[in-house]
T-cell receptor, first 110, second 112 residues
Framework: DTAVSQTPKYLVTQMGNDKSIKCEQNLGHDTMYWYKQDSKKFLKIMFSYNNKELIINETVPNRFSPKSPDKAHLNLHINSLELGDSAVYFC?????????FGAGTRLSVL | GDSVTQMEGPVTLSEEAFLTINCTYTATGYPSLFWYVQYPGEGLQLLLKATKADDKGSNKGFEATYRKETTSFHLEKGSVQVSDSAVYFCALSMEYGNKLVFGAGTILRVKS
C-alpha cells in the first residue's frame, strides 16, 4: 500500500487554466506539506497543515490555495497557471521527525 | 535564515569506491538533520537522520554523524553500487513537525 499518494502523476495544461493536485496519506500522520522542486532539483516548502489547520505559508502567490478536508488529505489548487509554475510538486506527511514523500506530480504549463 | 550547503555534483565514482558527500548547515538553534535520496523519476525517500549532536544515523550502508562543532552532517558509504546512483539531499528541520530546509542536492553516478 502506498503511504503518501498523489494524483495525477503528470499534468500538462495551458497557461491561464486552473488545476488541482490531490494528496492522501494512510500513515495516520497529523502534519502534511507541499513542496515545489524546480528544474534544477531545488526543493522548497510551500505549505504545511497540522490537523487541517494551515501552519506554514511560505510567500507563495495566492493563486495557490491548499485545502485540507481532513488530516489524511491535502489538496493543492492552482488558479491562472503561469509558465513559471512548471515544476514537480511533492506532497509529504509527518508525525515526528522525518517526512514521508509522495512520488510527485510533474506539472508542465504550455 | 536557516540554510544547508552541499557539495556540488555530479559526483562520479566506480563501483566499490568510497563515497563522501559534504553537508554543512546554518541554524539559529539545534536542528534535526536528514539525508534524503531521490532515485530517477521517483519521490524522496528518507535515508537517515540524526536529532542531536554526536548522533550517528545509518541505513543501507550509509552513515552520517551530527557534528555540532563543525555544523556538518557528511554522508559516507564504504563501497558504492551502481544502484546507489541518485540525487542525495541534505536537510534540516528546526522544530517538531516543521518544514524541511533542503540543500541543493548532489547527483551521484556510479559506474560499473
Amino acid at each position: 500500500d502506498t503511504a503518501v499518494s498523489q494524483t495525477p502523476k503528470y499534468l500538462v495544461t495551458q497557461m491561464g487554466n486552473d488545476k488541482s493536485i490531490k494528496c492522501e496519506q494512510n500513515l495516520g500522520h497529523d502534519t502534511m506539506y507541499w513542496y515545489k522542486q524546480d528544474s534544477k532539483k531545488f526543493l522548497k516548502i510551500m505549505f504545511s497543515y497540522n490537523n487541517k489547520e494551515l501552519i506554514i505559508n511560505e510567500t507563495v502567490p495566492n493563486r495557490f490555495s491548499p485545502k485540507s478536508p481532513d488530516k489524511a488529505h491535502l489538496n493543492l489548487h492552482i488558479n491562472s497557471l503561469e509558465l513559471g509554475d512548471s515544476a514537480v510538486y511533492f506532497c509529504a506527511s509527518s508525525r515526528g521527525t522525518g517526512q514521508y514523500f509522495g512520488a510527485g506530480t510533474r506539472l508542465s504549463v504550455l | 535564515g536557516d540554510s544547508v550547503t552541499q557539495m556540488e555534483g555530479p559526483v562520479t565514482l566506480s563501483e566499490e569506491a568510497f563515497l563522501t558527500i559534504n553537508c554543512t548547515y546554518t541554524a539559529t538553534g539545534y536542528p534535526s538533520l536528514f539525508w534524503y535520496v531521490q532515485y530517477p523519476g521517483e519521490g524522496l525517500q528518507l535515508l537517515l537522520k540524526a536529532t542531536k549532536a554526536d548522533d550517528k544515523g545509518s541505513n543501507k550502508g550509509f552513515e552520517a554523524t551530527y557534528r555540532k562543532e563543525t555544523t556538518s552532517f557528511h554522508l559516507e558509504k564504504g563501497s558504492v553500487q551502481v544502484s546507489d546512483s541518485a540525487v542525495y539531499f541534505c536537510a534540516l528541520s528546526m522544530e517538531y513537525g516543521n518544514k524541511l530546509v533542503f540543500g541543493a542536492g548532489t547527483i551521484l553516478r556510479v559506474k560499473s
